[in-house]
């Protein structure tokens, strides 16, 4: 069977897509998957997605960097918010963070059926690439969005991944994603910029981590997937 690529655009069709046998690409630019992906290049050892803030402080108390957000704001009780640029402190080197955010730990927990989940940002689109073509499977990117609804940014990761990649498309939300990607592929940063969650984050004075979420492979050598229930570079 022919390899082929999809795109939900949020995880409230995720149903109506087959994961079984398929690479799961989980996607959240504006900030989870993002941080991440800076958390494991700058030394983090481990990221472990939980769905709830209990949970997370559950696992605070086990001795692990809690981390997060709710509505795009930081939750006062976690050691860090949901900034990438959080993820960049040497105290963390070696330390496990567990996370919890509105939409991109959703859209991870929502994978699960997948063969594998693979964590999608811009900082690290060509080496991730490159690891979903190594890959004899079909790929499924599977978009965080906004409280159940599409946005730009992961939309255009997906036609980014998806003019890499040069799969079938399966599906009219591929063809609309690579689309997108194409009409804006020389200013990316600026379509983002109008998308309705860069302008919450800016409305909080937060615009430094939009424009640094939205580099273009600042990390060459960085994928990230699940084992055993945490995000870990493979």
């Excluded at 409230?12 to 290049?41: M, N, P, Y």
């Excluded at 997108?180 to 430094?208: N, P």
Aim: glycine share 10%; proline share 3%.
């Amino acid at each position: 069977m022919k390899k082929s690529v999809e795109v939900c655009l949020t995880p409230e069709l995720i149903h109506q897509h087959e994961l079984g046998g398929k690479i799961a690409v989980v996607v959240d630019i504006f900030r989870a998957t993002s941080c991440i992906v800076a958390g494991l290049h700058y030394g983090v050892n481990s990221v472990t997605p939980v769905g709830s803030v209990e949970a997370c402080l559950s696992l605070g108390k086990q001795g692990f960097v809690t981390a997060g957000e709710r509505g795009g704001q930081k939750i006062e009780e976690f050691d860090i918010g949901n900034s990438p640029f959080d993820y960049q402190n040497p105290d963390f080197i070696g330390r496990d963070v567990a996370i919890t955010t509105t939409n991109g730990t959703m859209a991870i927990e929502r994978s699960r059926n997948a063969d594998e989940i693979v964590i999608g940002s811009f900082l690290n689109l060509s080496p991730t690439a490159g690891y979903l073509k190594s890959q004899n499977k079909s790929v499924v990117i599977h978009c965080a969005g906004w409280k159940g609804t599409p946005n730009i940014e992961d939309t255009l990761f997906a036609g980014a991944m998806i003019d890499r990649l040069g799969l079938d498309l399966s599906g009219d939300s591929s063809r609309m994603s690579l689309d997108l990607f194409k009409h804006h592929e020389e200013d990316l940063l600026s379509i983002a910029k109008v998308s309705g969650h860069a302008r919450r984050l800016a409305g909080f004075g937060i615009t430094k981590d939009i424009e640094y979420c939205m580099n273009v492979d600042e990390f060459k050598d960085v994928v990230v997937g699940m084992v055993d229930g945490r995000l870990v570079k493979i």
